[in-house]
């Protein structure tokens, strides 16, 4: 990962790692943007294990609401996310903890499980789907060239064909480089 990615900056605050050469083994601190006062930190645990990443998120308690949590949470997964082999992030709570349920659902974490009054809460990488995208240019295409040759269902049946074999083959070249 290149340096130029640190900060993080979300609205309120500065994400760093203190290893920026390795960030996914170091630990992170929260440091707000006006003053660069810490007032957290965030650790990956096991570093990424079949394709998922735990993080744990430490917060002073007068920072510990909601869209504060929103805010973390959604700045580290954009960022674990670049990375060809996270495909889960995962993370823990207690019931009790209503701030930190509200920002993990707000940033698009979605409660798994609970054991133990504890929640496990995960956000899952957007699989891409050329495939649609590819459909519809070719179903326009298909209608120029109908149109050309003076044969729309022609044109339109080898416009879709063709579009849906490009984006097939596109999802099948994503999902290869994800899995690698």
């Not at 002073?60 to 674990?80: H, L, V």
């Not at 109908?146 to 044109?155: D, E, K, P, R, Y």
């Not at 074999?165 to 994800?178: A, P, T, Y």
């Amino acid at each position: 990962m290149s340096n130029n990615l640190f900060p993080l900056e979300t609205k309120h605050f500065f994400i760093r790692p203190e290893n920026e050469e390795m960030p996914l083994e170091a630990e992170w601190s929260i440091c707000l943007k006006d003053g660069e006062q810490k007032i957290g930190s965030i650790c990956f645990e096991d570093a990424v294990l079949h394709g998922e990443l735990q993080i744990s998120v430490t917060l002073d308690p007068e920072y510990n609401k909601a869209d504060y949590n929103r805010e973390i949470f959604f700045a580290m997964s954009n960022f674990a996310f670049q990375s060809q082999e996270v495909r889960e992030i995962s993370t823990k709570c207690r019931y009790e903890e209503e701030n930190r349920v509200r920002g993990l659902e707000k940033a698009g974490y979605v409660r798994r499980e609970t054991t133990d009054g504890i929640h496990h809460y995960s956000i899952k990488k957007q699989k891409t789907s050329w495939t649609g995208m590819y459909i519809f240019i070719g179903l326009i295409a298909g209608f120029i060239i109908g149109i050309t040759v003076s044969n729309l269902w022609m044109g339109t049946l080898i416009g879709i064909v063709s579009g849906a074999i490009i984006g097939i083959l596109l999802d099948k070249r994503d999902n290869k480089e994800s899995t690698i």
